[in-house]
Every structure is written in structure tokens, then in C-alpha cells.
């Protein structure tokens, strides 16, 4: 790497950051962060266990239950016992938490397109290689609405 790429690469985070900030800013009168609508999103399209969430996420677990924990006291989240371990629960969004997601889309959809930021293939496949580079685990949606994780 030499001078040039990282001026691009230093160029890219102040873009995500700026972003970021302004996706959170439009989530906050919805009781949201990016966090926690990240979280909704993947919920909904697959319910599954705290342990998934926290290799998706690539956090820790107390960070899952803080996450869990708002979700649960905003009525959006509920956990399922699982009847072949009675420790374990299955957590997915309640209807009012699929209301809630979509209220957060629709907001977040404005600004991206406010913004006029729309992602081409070619970028969307350049975001996915980032992922897989950085090993973090990128969603792959396909046509159902279920999650296949990729190993990065």
C-alpha cells in the first residue's frame, strides 16, 4: 500500500462516518440507532439464537443483551424457548417491532435518497469482497428474505 491508497481509504471512512452519523440522526425520533435497526433487520429476515447475533455482529455477548434488552422493553422483540434445549431462546421481532422496521426503512430510504446514494452492483459486490477481506460476515439476501451468512 503506498500513500496514495491510504489517502482513499482515510477519503472512505470520513464518506462512512459522515453517513453513519446521519443514518442514526434520522433513526433517533424512532427510539433506533444503527445498532439496533441492523439487528431488526436481520431478526426479520431469520430469527435465531443471541450466539448468532453476536458472530454476525462480531460483538460480544453483553453487547447482544444490552441490544436485546431495548428491543424487549420497546415491545419489538420477543424470545422463543427452543423445545430441544429449554436454555435456549430463538429471538425474533414482534409485530409492532415489524412496524417499527419499517417505519426505520422508510426513513433511512429517504435519506439514502435524499442523498442520491444508490449502490450499483459492481459496488455492492465491492462491499461484500471489503467485508470478506476485513472478515466480517456480510449478509447475503436472497429472494425468500433469509439470510446466508458468508465466511470471510
Known sequence: MNIDELDDWLLYTRVMR????????????????RELWDLMENLHRQPMSATEVAGIFGCRMGSVSRYVATLEMNGW??????PADRRA?????T???ASQLQRARE?????????????AE???????????KLKVQAPVYVPDHRII????
Open 122 to 132: 459492481p459496488e455492492r459486490e465491492l462491499a461484500k469482497t471489503l467485508c470478506s
Open 149 to 152: 451468512m458468508r465466511q470471510g
Open 18 to 33: 459522515q453517513l453513519l452519523r446521519r443514518i442514526d440522526r434520522v433513526l433517533k425520533p424512532l427510539r433506533l440507532n
Open 95 to 97: 409485530g409492532e417491532g
Open 107 to 119: 426513513v433511512v430510504l429517504a435519506l439514502l435518497s435524499e442523498c442520491k446514494i444508490v449502490l
Open 77 to 82: 422483540l420477543q424470545r422463543r424457548s427452543v
Open 89 to 93: 431462546a430463538t429471538l425474533e421481532l
